[in-house]
């Protein structure tokens, strides 16, 4: 290249650059020109601003990699400005980034919009003003207590040094670890998992579904390592604080991240440990695009890093067992199996207690002589279902056809959706005026029991009065599920009803979500205290009863192969206008030759959209993962700039309309 006098122009130092941009096809390295004045800083990692031509704008990046271009017929756009000269963005997790989205046919920037918290001036100018943390010293009792908690499974810490995939169902019962604390046992084994590693030199990253695990794990750790060791990030710490975490996880010193799905893509020093705990939760399902669950980004990342990975919980999710079937997680057996007592009672005959069996009310009344009872119920609440009294048809708003409910006591039904009280309602289907209540939520359970039982502590814990522990005086908690709170010494009985309610749910998964929510509650009790499942029989009671999750998980995995249902399968949910759609699915029959016939299942109108949409299912095996997702991505980019290129000026402007969902858990047509 010549400039204007005719001379060539010297090779200049440029940055490669990934765009903050949710535009898919910016989803790749741009060049960009450092002028001298910001050389020193804009090193690789670091925030950067640069133009964007084509838009006649300036938006955020990262400097990926530094290098020198060549002569070129062209001069390249210079970068406008270093954000911080902190390289927040190490290597490794941009590598991460790529891997995970070219898997999920989403973007890398998507990725690292969940795993890099927003920069907070105060925070990184503190940050900097401190000394590097030091590697963190752990008290050798502190290991050795560690080491007898890991031997309870024979082969599990040479396991864990080795680096190796294993899959672990956890004790399920509570253990007091101090005088006025008690955690689950699973917490007190992924606290020893994670003391041994960080003793060994390399940091842990533990990855629960919510803040109710993540005190639990905390509140074990501190029994053992240094706090200044330990690194809670999750999406109630403010941004300086968050930020200020994630600043922790750069620095040399190893430690131990304990956070929710975010967590998983902390680049902690010299990672030797990563732990996804009760991966069934839908919590560490990541909404956000592209989606990727947890469960898989960690796998992905123990693929890179060689890192140990240990994925437990109460159950086993039809994802791990599948992943244990074929070889690539390890199965590890406890020396001595524990499983709590648990009792299959049938429903009452007696109105009164139509509920709660007399087998089980008798358990519950023996059982508040010495200490708290859990009773599990399906919805929060007073009655979430209004029926009309003649027919039993389900009552719907006379204004917007939403369901009907009562909130409280003595209260009229209102409507669920738009919230209007319901004057003048006749039944759509018998012309019935008259309702009645068809289900009890968590505060009309709450009210039942403390008229049943006179004298009792009632406590309520739901979505909208939250617990995270109760002390170990009688007392009824009342709890829906995922919201029980823990007992100090454990609960006395639990009680587990509306199994029947529960598994009517239209929902592929349902059988299993179900086991996992009686087994973590079970896993409350304390040891030898009953828990009594009322009102359910069959497979995945006795399943329960036997504490065999695992079979019934395999079980399972053998009914969804033949329907080629997930996880059997990988499945990717396909929605665009027909013309964007039909040529996606044809891209596809057209580039990999290797899917069935049956493959695309679709394509069906999606309801209430205007104008239409259309959604079809892309089901392929693993082996054709690769192929799949690039050309579906590719789909998506063309489509991106094709309605760039027919765009219109206006609010009426159209869009690129179509969007991939890889690996959606459910399916629902």
């Known amino acids: 290249m010549l400039d204007e006098a005719g001379s060539a122009i010297a090779a200049r130092p440029i940055a490669r650059v990934l765009l903050e941009s949710p535009l898919p096809q910016l989803d790749r ?35 990926i990699e530094r290098g020198i271009a060549e002569p070129a017929d062209r001069p390249l756009s210079e970068l406008e400005a270093v954000v911080s000269p902190v390289p927040v963005l190490p290597p490794g997790l941009y590598d991460l980034a790529r891997r995970l989205a ?17 920069r907070m001036v105060r925070a990184e100018k503190a940050w900097m003003q401190r000394e590097q943390p030091e590697t963190p010293a752990v008290d050798p009792a502190a290991v050795r207590a560690a080491e007898d908690v890991l031997d309870a499974f024979p082969t599990l810490r040479a396991g864990i040094l080795a680096g190796e995939r294993l899959a672990v169902g956890a004790p399920a019962k509570p253990v007091v670890i101090s005088e006025d604390r008690t955690v689950g046992a699973w917490a007190v084994l992924l606290a020893a998992a994670a003391t041994v590693t960080l003793a060994a030199g390399r940091s842990a990253v533990i990855v629960v579904p919510d803040h109710r695990d993540q005190e639990q794990v905390l509140t074990a750790l501190r029994e053992r390592v240094p706090e200044d060791a330990l690194v809670p990030v999750d999406a109630r710490q403010s941004g300086p604080a968050r930020y200020a975490a994630y600043l922790r996880t750069l620095a040399e010193a190893p430690c131990i991240v304990v956070g929710n799905r975010s967590a998983v893509y902390a680049p902690a020093a010299r990672t030797g440990l990563v732990v996804v705990w009760d991966d069934g939760d839908p919590l560490l399902s990541e909404p956000l695009s592209p989606g990727v669950h947890a469960r898989d980004a960690a796998l992905v990342r123990q693929e890179a890093e060689g890192s140990a990975l240990l994925i437990a919980g109460h159950t086993r999710t039809t994802d791990v067992e599948r992943l244990v079937a074929i070889g690539w997680v390890r199965d590890v057996e406890p020396a001595r199996r524990f499983t709590p007592r648990v009792v299959l009672t049938a429903t009452s005959d007696s109105p009164a207690q139509a509920r709660i069996p007399s087998s089980a009310f008798t358990a519950v009344r023996e059982a508040l002589a010495t200490g708290p009872v859990l ?5 929060p609440g007073y009655a979430p279902v209004v029926v009309c009294s003649s027919c039993r048809t389900p009552s719907r708003c006379v204004h917007c056809t939403g369901p009907l409910r009562v909130r409280a006591q003595g209260r009229a039904p209102e409507c669920s959706w738009c919230g209007r009280g319901i004057a003048g309602w006749r039944c759509g289907h018998c012309e019935g005026t008259e309702m009645r209540l068809a289900s009890s939520g968590s505060e009309r359970t709450a009210d039942e029991l403390g008229r049943a039982f006179p004298n009792t502590r009632v406590i309520l814990s739901d979505g909208e009065h939250p617990l995270t522990r109760v002390d170990g005086r009688p007392a009824l908690v009342v709890a829906t599920r995922g919201a029980e709170p823990i007992a100090e010494g454990g609960y006395r009985a639990v009680l587990l009803l509306d199994g029947d309610r529960m598994l009517l749910a239209e929902d592929l998964r349902i059988t299993e979500s179900c086991l996992r929510w ?4 079970a896993a409350l009790a304390a040891p030898g205290s009953p828990v009594l499942l009322t009102g359910v029989s069959g497979a995945v009671a006795r399943a329960l009863a036997t504490w065999s999750q695992p079979a019934y998980a395999r079980a399972q995995l053998a009914e969804r192969a033949p329907l080629k249902m997930p996880p059997t399968v990988r499945v990717a949910v396909v929605e665009g206008t027909r013309p964007s759609l039909d040529a996606a699915l044809g891209a596809l029959a057209r580039d990999v030759h290797a899917l069935t016939a049956d493959a695309v299942v679709g394509p069906v109108v999606i309801p209430g959209e205007d104008p239409p949409r259309y959604r079809a299912l892309v089901r392929f095996d693993y082996a054709l993962g690769k192929p799949v997702t690039q050309t579906l991505r590719a789909a998506v980019i063309a489509d991106a700039v094709q309605a760039r290129k027919g765009r219109r000026r206006g609010p009426g402007a159209p869009r690129n309309t179509l969007r991939v969902r890889v690996d959606v858990p459910d399916p629902d047509l």
């Open 29 to 63: 390295l741009f060049d960009y020109a450092v002028p001298p004045h910001l050389d020193a800083d804009a090193q690789p990692g670091v925030r950067i601003r640069v133009p964007l031509r084509s838009a006649g704008r300036i938006v955020d990046g990262f400097v």
């Open 518 to 521: 009686w087994s973590n509650a």
């Open 102 to 118: 070219d898997r999920a046919a989403g973007s890398a920037a998507d990725i690292l919009r969940l795993a890099v918290p927003r």
């Open 375 to 379: 009773v599990q119920v399906s919805r």
